[in-house]
């Protein structure tokens, strides 16, 4: 038995970490959409063995236990004493170490897999709640809607779709880790965008109020270190963006657009600048 899964890269709209946890987890206020740039992912269940195999085309990820698309599998495997192997084959299309969350979706793909191959009738509720192990963003991906996302990762409010807008991908030639932005973030002087102002956006179909109250509290320090960060920003507004904004830990940057023929100018234009340029729409 096999299926065919996709995994959305997520951009966050909103972006605050207002502390830590004493266990040294972050405390997170997101809001996050899913855009139609993906992974591509074939899950075949092994009926008479219990080895799980992970193989992408990618060149750039471990295909062992350090994948989280193998932990995914491992964890279901675990918990429910399954007697069955898993083989999974990635088609990366979601760059990687990006703050787009391509590992996060990929493990959530897994789970929601697993949860018909192996017949284990889990809500997507429980499966969220199994991925926290994995990662703080797997919860959300297990549902990638948008969605406001506060406490470790847990807690999803689903939102409502966003009102119509383009919006414009751009990873420039670096990778972020997510662990080294947040040891140095500095709680005194962190600037935190206004999150209840983005959800409000979106349950009032605000795309005015969307555009104005954008922010990540990341981007300073990620920024700080890769300058290339704000010359991309700049740079969309300046190709007629309405907005743009980093996304995660960085380095992507998103431009977000009302209409689409300035999206497709700010996407032509950027192509000069940037090898990773996606041209994506929300999904609905
Ligand atoms: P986040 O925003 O959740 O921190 P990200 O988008 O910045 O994630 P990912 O592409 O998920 O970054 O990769 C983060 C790390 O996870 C990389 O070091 C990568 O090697 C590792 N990783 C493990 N499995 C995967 C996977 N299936 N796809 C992508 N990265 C993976």
């Not at 266990?23 to 074939?42: F, I, K």
């Not at 191959?117 to 297990?142: Q, R, T």
């Not at 320090?221 to 743009?244: H, S, V």
């Not at 300035?262 to 994506?280: D, I, M, P, T």
């Amino acid at each position: 038995m096999e299926i065919r899964e996709k995994a959305p890269a997520k951009i966050n709209l909103s972006l605050d970490t207002p502390f830590h946890h004493q266990d040294g987890e972050q405390e997170w206020r997101m809001v996050m959409t899913s855009v139609d740039l993906a992974d591509y992912l074939h899950i075949k269940s092994l009926e008479d063995r219990t080895d799980i195999t992970v193989e992408t085309d990618s060149g750039f990820l471990p295909c062992d236990h350090r994948n989280l698309a193998y932990q995914a599998a491992k964890i279901l495997q675990d918990k429910f004493h399954i007697n069955k192997g898993a083989q999974i084959h990635i088609k990366k299309q979601i760059p990687v170490a990006a703050g787009l969350g391509g590992g996060s979706s990929d493990a959530a793909a897994v789970l929601r897999a697993l949860n018909k191959l192996w017949e284990l009738k889990l809500s997507l509720a429980e499966l969220a709640k199994i991925g926290l192990k994995i990662d703080s963003d797997v919860p959300y991906c297990v549902y990638s809607r948008t969605a406001h996302v506060t406490g470790r990762g847990e807690k999803i409010a689903i939102l409502k779709e966003l009102p119509p807008v383009w919006l414009v991908v751009a990873k420039p030639k670096i990778s972020v880790s997510t662990p080294t932005i947040i040891r140095q973030i500095d709680y005194t002087h962190l600037v935190h965008p206004n999150v209840n102002a983005i959800v409000n956006a979106i349950e009032d179909d605000d795309v005015d109020a969307l555009i104005d109250n954008l922010g990540n509290a990341l981007e300073p320090i990620t920024a700080e270190r890769y300058p290339e960060i704000t010359r991309l920003k700049k740079k969309m507004i300046k190709f007629g963006a309405d907005a743009a904004e980093m996304s995660g830990s960085g380095p992507t940057v998103f431009a977000i657009c009302r209409k689409k023929s300035r999206a497709q100018h700010v996407y032509n234009s950027l192509k000069g600048f940037c090898e990773e340029v996606y041209l994506v729409r929300p999904l609905s």
